[in-house]
Every structure is written in structure tokens, then in C-alpha cells.
């Protein structure tokens, strides 16, 4: 064994088996090995240890090893250090191609192991191999040839990679712009540009303050601003006026090799609907509450109600004077409405089985009117019933059926309440052959034709905010078709609304 403890060799290799060969062959010799799999990590190992020689197959992962040759060479100081090319792909030309290519050696494999050692030796002393000088013009030739046809596919590959960045940067919803050290944009997303309004090209070199809060220079609740400071990552929720809705943003710091600052990513993603949905979510749980409250209201005023309705027949049976009966009359009257409207506070607010049956129609609409008819009358609206006779008949759930009613009702009672503090409601029930019909028309503040589109939709409301929850209309039109019939409207905006409700007669 030779004493070769001070000579170190990097070998850049995929395959296991000719790893395993050449480690024990060198060892063998007192020779120090280092390995590499990857043309990335053999460079890397090389600028670390900066070997004594390096061995290389030509064709490793991630660049071809001509070019892998060409770059370590180019590279100070490891230019100096010879490299022997070790390939199993040796045809005519490629010991020339190799040693044009700047390495120093070629070895063929299957590797002769009696002259392997002898051969290392040779190059660690100095040994360079060349070609002879009328074939070099030939070699370079074909070595420049070779360098074109890798330098062109390499720049399809990269056309192709930055048109696939460019699709994917451009395909996503959220708005990004990145940006360098002072703030200003050098790239924005499709996204970006439509929500701000401005073409790509003109967004170029703008600030990030200006364009996405129409704000001039720097400030310490911005999140660029922050990230440009504190050179972190910044998370933050930002209500933009003038980008029109709540916006989560979120901005990362970009550094190049060195560590060294060079701009950031801001992403704004517009949760909006969410929050609002959030806000609408807390709102159902509020009126939940309310209703459990209402309920537990309910049942405890039934009590003294009983008990007034029952002191009063027994004062009815004394003897009294006309005035005192005329009295005694209106107290039971009023005590009798108020047990009406506790009976159908009760039934509206206790759970139901859903289960369908005939259902009278006139008395959904006159059970609703108990509830609404007292609160409309002194918001000066009135009530016009024209409701047929005999009542028509629908199966249906009759709870179901008295909440859409109730739905309809209340959004009438808030239009006609908003646009003029007072307002008429029409309810008509009519039927054909086929189809009993509810309509309820009012000359309240109507609907704008651009949102006509969209009144059922789930928690879309054009109500003041803690008004509504926006769930109204989606629910009722989920009930109706679930009845096997439809909800239609008709409106003109500042005029008033009419929503009829089609159902399959009983």
C-alpha cells in the first residue's frame, strides 16, 4: 500500500456499484474519497475541499459533464485541479471530445484495476493528456457543435419553465407583486393589475403605498413598510377603502446568496366575504339566542294571561254595570289577542318535525299577520287582504310554509319602512287547475336591477348593516322547492317589489 494519506479525490458518480469500485481501489492506496451523486453537489464538495483530482463520468444528474468540466475550470482557484474524465462511454471521439472539453485525463470504463492506481498516480503528478494538433480544429468543431445544441435546448427548457412560472404566477386569484428593496413593483400578477385597474406595464416601477393604498412615501402600519424595516415576514388584516374590502396581507423578504436584502413578496388575499360570512355567522347565533329568549318570554306570559282570561269570565258572570261590562269586554279582547300572539310565538319558535300535510293557506298568511300586523299597523303600513275563498289547499310542512311567509312579509315591512317611513302591502291568494299562488306586493324602495340576480343568494343582503342576515329569500326559495314549487319576483327600483309563490295544489 502506498502512502498517499494527504492526496484527496473527488469522485462525481451516480452509479452505486462503480461508487463502491473506485472507493475501495483508492483507499486500497491511502487515498482520501469524497463522493458526489449530482453535478450541484460535486461542484459544492469541490469548492469546499478543493481536491487534489477529481474523477467525473460524463453523463451525471443535472449537467452534462463537458460543461460540468468547462464551468469547475473557469472557476478560480479551482482551475488548477485535475479532472479525468471516467465513462463507460467511450466511442470514437470522446477521449478527444473530453480533453477539449478541458479535462486533464480519460479513463474507459470497466476499469482495469491493475492500471487504475498507476493511472491516478500519473495525473495527481502532473500527467495531461492532449490531441494531436492536426484533429484539434476537427474536435473543437464538433465540442462547439455539441455546446450549441445543450446551450439551445437548455434555453427551450427555460422558455418553456418561465412561461409555465408566468401561467401559474398569472393563474392565481390572490393579488402578487414583488417588489425590490424600496418598494417599488418589478412584477404583478393578472390578478393585481385587474383589481387595481392599471396595465402591467404601467404598474412597473410604481410604489407599493401608492398603487394598492393611493398612499405617498412610507408608513409604519403598512406592511411593505414594516417587512423593509424589520427585514421579516409581516401578517396583517387591512381595511382598504380604496380597493373596496378587507384584505389579509401578507409580505416575505427576499435575499440573494449573500444574505443581503433585495425587495419582498406581498400577496393580498380579499376576505371580504368571508369576514362578512363570519359576521353573518355570529349574527344567526345572536338571533338563536333571541328566539330561545323570546320562547322562555313566551311561556311565562302565557301564565298571567291565563289567569287575567280567567278572573275575567268570572266578573263577566257577576252582576255589573253596563259600563263596567263594556269595560271588561275590551280587557278581554286585548288579553285574548295577547294569547293569539304568545300561541304563535310559542309554535313559531318550537322545533317541528317537518312533517307535510294539507295546509290551509289563508291561515298561514292570517298566523303570520298576528305576529307582523300590530308592528306594521303603527309603522304605518297597511294591510289590503285579498284572499280567495274557500281558502285554498296545499300539502306542505305548515311551518315551513309560515316562515317563508313571515320572510317575505319582513322584507316588505323594511322596504316600504326605509324608503318612506310608511307604505301599502297587498297579499292576494289565488289558483288555477294546477297551482295555488300567494302574492305580496308593496310600494316600498325595490331592487336594483344589478342585484335582482342575486337576492337568493346566501347572505347577500341590501339591508343596513346588522339589519339582516341575508339568509331570508335563500331559505325560502330552499323551502319552496323543496314544495315542487318556485318564487318569483318583480320589481322596480324605488316603485316596489311583488313576490309571488307558486305551489302544486293540494
Keep these: ?257 449573500k444574505g443581503e436584502f433585495m425587495g419582498f413578496v406581498h400577496v393580498a388575499i380579499d376576505i371580504t366575504e368571508k369576514k362578512e360570512m363570519e359576521e353573518q355567522v355570529l349574527q344567526l347565533e345572536k338571533l338563536s339566542e333571541v328566539g330561545e329568549l323570546v320562547s322562555s318570554l313566551a311561556h311565562e306570559l302565557n301564565n298571567p294571561i291565563t289567569g287575567i282570561l280567567g278572573y275575567i269570565e268570572h266578573l263577566m258572570d257577576m252582576d255589573k254595570s253596563p259600563e263596567m261590562e263594556k269595560g271588561l269586554k275590551v280587557i278581554q279582547g286585548e288579553a285574548e289577542r295577547s294569547a293569539r300572539i304568545i300561541r304563535s310565538l310559542l309554535d313559531f319558535s318550537r322545533k317541528h318535525s317537518h312533517e307535510k300535510m294539507k295546509v290551509d293557506v289563508n291561515n298561514i298568511i292570517e298566523t303570520v299577520l298576528t305576529l307582523k300586523g300590530h308592528q306594521m299597523k303603527n309603522d304605518n303600513i297597511k294591510i289590503i287582504r285579498e284572499l280567495k275563498e274557500p281558502s285554498p289547499v296545499v300539502n306542505g310542512d305548515f311551518n315551513q310554509l309560515q316562515q317563508v311567509v313571515l320572510n317575505i312579509i319582513n322584507n316588505s315591512h323594511y322596504a316600504m319602512c326605509h324608503h318612506k317611513q310608511k307604505g301599502i302591502l297587498t297579499i292576494r291568494t289565488f289558483e288555477d287547475d294546477a297551482l295555488v299562488s300567494l302574492a305580496f306586493e308593496d310600494d316600498g324602495m325595490g331592487i336594483r336591477k344589478e342585484d335582482m340576480k342575486r337576492i337568493f343568494e346566501k347572505f347577500f343582503t341590501t339591508k343596513d348593516v346588522g339589519k339582516g342576515t341575508g339568509l331570508g329569500l335563500s331559505i325560502s326559495k330552499k323551502i319552496i322547492t323543496e314544495h315542487g314549487g318556485t318564487i318569483e319576483v318583480e320589481s322596480e327600483f324605488e316603485k316596489g317589489s311583488r313576490f309571488i309563490v307558486k305551489l302544486p295544489k293540494a
Design 1 to 257: 500500500m502506498k502512502g498517499n494519506n494527504f492526496k484527496t479525490i473527488l469522485y462525481i458518480e451516480d452509479d452505486r456499484a462503480s461508487l463502491t469500485l473506485v472507493r475501495r481501489l483508492l483507499e486500497s492506496y491511502g487515498y482520501k474519497l469524497i463522493e458526489a451523486s449530482n453535478a450541484k453537489e460535486g461542484i459544492t464538495k469541490a469548492e469546499v475541499y478543493k481536491p487534489d483530482l477529481i474523477l467525473m463520468d460524463v453523463n451525471i444528474p443535472g449537467m452534462n459533464g463537458y460543461e460540468m468540466t468547462t464551468k469547475l475550470k473557469a472557476a478560480y482557484p479551482l482551475s488548477s485541479i485535475p479532472i479525468v474524465a471516467l465513462t463507460s462511454h467511450a466511442g470514437a471521439g470522446e477521449r478527444e471530445m473530453a480533453i477539449m472539453a478541458g479535462c486533464d485525463g480519460f479513463i474507459s470504463k470497466p476499469i482495469d484495476v491493475e492500471k487504475f492506481p498507476n493511472l491516478i498516480a500519473q495525473y495527481l503528478s502532473g500527467k495531461k493528456e492532449d490531441v494531436e494538433a492536426d484533429k484539434k480544429s476537427i474536435y473543437l468543431r464538433e465540442y462547439s457543435r455539441r455546446l450549441v445544441t445543450r446551450l439551445e435546448g437548455k434555453i427551450d427548457e427555460l422558455s418553456r419553465a418561465e412561461k409555465e412560472w408566468e401561467d401559474t404566477f398569472n393563474a392565481i386569484n390572490d393579488m402578487i407583486s414583488i417588489h425590490d428593496r424600496n418598494g417599488r413593483i418589478i412584477k404583478a400578477n393578472l390578478s393585481f393589475n385587474n383589481r387595481v385597474g392599471i396595465s402591467p406595464d404601467k404598474v412597473i416601477g410604481q410604489m407599493c403605498n401608492k398603487i394598492f393604498y393611493n398612499y405617498d412615501g412610507m408608513h409604519d402600519d403598512f406592511p411593505c413598510d414594516m417587512t423593509i424595516k424589520s427585514l421579516k415576514p409581516v401578517s396583517v388584516e387591512i381595511q382598504n377603502p380604496y380597493l373596496g374590502g378587507i384584505f389579509l396581507i401578507r409580505t416575505y423578504p427576499i435575499f440573494d446568496e
